[in-house]
């Protein structure tokens, strides 16, 4: 088993399944938070919102949610031997 600190080569940890589903999953996120905003104002149909929407507010933490957990995934130890020839 290796873990986040423990890989041998840096090419070897960027190929794990675990890195790979943590990074989009953690850019999922990022997405969300970034448009919030337009989704909020498109739901709404209104120029402005207020930043105490519900909407808003609900939006950018649930992309906070999915980059922590993109992150907590990225860290995740998986079985070395599987990438070795």
């Not at 992309?63 to 070795?84: E, F, Q």
């Amino acid at each position: 088993m290796t873990t986040l600190l423990t890989f041998e080569n840096p090419l070897e940890f960027l190929l794990r399944y675990t890195v790979i589903f943590g990074a989009i999953l953690a850019m999922f996120g990022v997405a969300l938070i970034l448009s919030a905003k337009r989704i909020t104002m498109a739901v709404r149909k209104q120029d402005e919102i207020n930043r105490n929407d519900k909407l808003f507010n609900t939006l950018r933490f649930v992309g906070i949610c999915l980059v922590l957990a993109g992150m907590i995934v990225i860290a995740l130890p998986v079985n070395a031997t599987m990438y070795r020839g």
